[in-house]
């Protein structure tokens, strides 16, 4: 697992070990930045259920302003600190110890950009989708990466499903701010 662009370009990030760990491959990462390329720079991002923290770091390396990182796990928030020490990117970055619910419940930060990529087949991403939606700017997108397959809803607090992309097992799904009809 690697930084494919930007400032940490080609630096290698640490993983956890097990099996019960999901890196976003290459292939995956590849395709989530390019839906989201022209919208990095200058913004604020949340990488939720941070796992080591990929998403988060490339979304720096390519220029966004800062990251806030949350993850339950205490081995996947210091493997996201450490990844952050080696790409040089821990200056612009905040990163959490708690349960990722009970912190978009309860966060009044707003982002620009989310991701979310939680374990599989817990209902985390259903559940967590419409408070990223209340945390976001107006002009924000929400990427969910989760299993090819599972529905996703169509519309959460004022966020639509834009576009769906399938890669192999998995699939991304990506939420804008609903246009006003006028």
């Known amino acids: 697992m690697r930084v494919i662009t930007g400032t940490a370009r080609g630096r290698v990030l640490e ?3 097990g ?4 890196p976003t491959t290459d292939r995956v990462k590849e395709a989530m930045f390019s839906i ?5 720079e200058g ?5 939720l259920f941070a796992g080591s923290g990929q998403l988060g770091i490339e979304a720096l390396s390519r220029g966004a302003s800062n990251a806030v990182f949350v993850d339950s796990s205490k081995d ?8 952050l020490l080696k790409t040089g990117l821990k200056s612009n970055a905040v990163v959490i110890q708690t349960d990722s619910l009970n912190f978009i419940k309860t966060s009044k930060e707003t982002f620009d950009v989310a991701f979310l990529d939680p374990p599989y087949a817990k209902g985390l991403l259903q559940a967590a989708l419409p408070f990223v939606a209340q945390r976001m700017s107006d002009g924000g997108v929400i990427v969910c990466e989760h299993p090819k397959g599972e529905e996703m809803p169509l519309e959460a607090n ?3 499903l834009f576009r769906e992309y399938k890669y192999g097992k998995t699939a991304l799904t990506v939420y804008r701010k609903k246009e006003d009809d006028q």
């Open 15 to 17: 993983t956890l070990p």
């Open 19 to 22: 099996e019960d760990v999901r």
């Open 36 to 40: 989201v390329q022209f919208e990095l």
């Open 43 to 47: 913004r604020r991002i949340l990488d």
């Open 76 to 83: 996947s928030v210091h493997c996201v600190k450490s990844n």
């Open 158 to 160: 004022g966020f639509v």
